[in-house]
């Protein structure tokens, strides 16, 4: 099983950038799917985007469809976010999580239920 670490993270004004990694652990991280989820305060936690395990396959929430762009590099066992155009409702909690590649992610990639294995979250705020 992959532990799974976030970073980049930060403070960002509205309309700027970040860009999170997620480093896992372990030699199986191409026997994941992979996803990206946020929490805001006093919020649910919520689907941002996915990535299948070769890459070849990639889906997103609503809400940063044409902003954000997931990606992964299986070599380096990282599984990135990049998030443009950043509004201050994007400030949230980011975690990334990893699905067992058995998933048919395209059925399932959005239901946090399915994801194993979690992170420990990376702080994104955007101000206005």
């Known amino acids: 099983q992959v532990q799974l670490v976030e970073s980049g993270g930060g403070l960002v004004q509205a309309g700027g950038s970040l860009r999170l990694s997620c480093a896992a652990s372990g030699r199986t991280f191409s026997s994941y799917h992979m996803g990206w989820f946020r929490q805001a305060p006093g919020k649910e936690r919520e689907f941002v985007a996915a990535i299948s395990w070769s890459g070849g396959s990639t889906y997103y929430g609503d809400s940063v469809k044409g902003r954000f762009i997931i990606s992964r590099d299986n070599a380096k066992n990282t599984v990135y976010l990049q998030m443009n155009s950043l509004k201050p409702e994007n400030t949230a909690v980011y975690y990334c999580?990893?699905?067992?590649?058995?998933?048919?992610?395209?059925?399932?990639?959005?239901?946090?239920?399915?994801?194993?294995?979690w992170g420990q979250g990376t702080q994104a705020t955007v101000s206005s």
């Open positions: 999580a990893a699905a067992p590649v058995g998933l048919r992610i395209h059925l399932y990639y959005s239901d946090l239920r399915q994801y194993a294995v």
